[in-house]
């Protein structure tokens, strides 16, 4: 507390910071994140230099003692004391192997049950537990052929095999680049999500944390525009299911 008091009092200057920032994020998160940062820092604060972590199963820890600045992502063991911002909106959407016969024209639900799936069991974020919920409600039970512990690698694995994987909407979109694979819409209800930042309200002050943080969001939240052409075109998806 001593530590943050102190620097909250210091000048705070980006363009000739040598600062270090420590941020957890999932594999989703430096997918999305890591690329445009960089390229910001390098104009705006060439001196200055990020460390990711991977997510512990305890983030709060370390983001209370100043060790790490902010965590990326959806979590929801972040709550007393701390402090977010949302981001970027986000949503879950079905992969599958371009060539997939059972998907030639398009998701179904019957399709989707009787499809083995590829499973990514997030840790330290909701993401597993918001999915496996959704389809409880819809009392279905996923037949799962392969886990693993995050979700980036699940889009390679769906490209070389007849299996389906749901994921976040920007990693599919990601590997549709790359990889042989179709994105199609869940054929059940899953809630969206905000991808959102997260800092102890100890550093809510300080200049450094504060300057990362609001760069962060003005780096990467849509435009209102953007945001309203991004519900227009998930809209469309349902409607085309329905």
């Known amino acids: 507390m001593l530590r943050a008091g102190l620097a909250s009092n210091r000048p705070f200057d980006p363009r000739t910071t040598t600062r270090r920032f420590n941020i957890y994020a999932s594999d989703i998160g430096q997918m999305v994140a890591l690329p445009r940062l960089s390229t910001f820092l390098a104009k705006e604060a060439p001196g200055a230099s990020v460390r990711v972590l991977t ?7 370390a983001l209370s003692s100043g060790e790490v600045d902010f965590a990326i992502g959806f979590h929801d063991n972040l709550k007393s004391g701390f402090l977010w911002s949302s981001v970027l909106p986000e949503h879950y959407v079905c992969v599958v192997r371009a060539a997939h016969p059972r998907f030639g024209t398009g998701m179904s639900l019957q399709a989707f049950v009787k499809a083995k799936h590829a499973i990514a069991d997030s840790t330290g974020t909701a993401h597993a537990i918001i999915i496996e919920q959704a389809l ?16 980036h690698v699940l889009p390679m694995v769906i490209a070389n095999s007849h299996l389906l994987a749901v994921v976040p909407n920007r990693l599919g979109q990601a590997f549709a680049r790359f990889e042989a694979i179709k994105i199609l819409p ?5 809630p969206p999500y905000d991808v959102n930042i997260y800092w102890h309200e100890r550093y809510h002050h300080d200049p450094p944390n504060q300057w990362f943080r609001s760069m962060f969001v003005k780096l990467y939240r849509p435009s209102k525009s ?3 052409r991004n519900a227009r075109s998930r809209s469309k998806s349902w409607a085309r299911m329905e």
């Open 186 to 190: 869940v054929p059940v209800s899953i």
């Open 226 to 228: 953007q945001a309203a």
């Open 55 to 61: 997510i512990p199963d305890n983030p709060g820890a």
């Open 136 to 151: 409880v409600r819809h009392r279905i039970h996923r037949k799962d052929a392969i886990r693993v512990p995050g979700f």
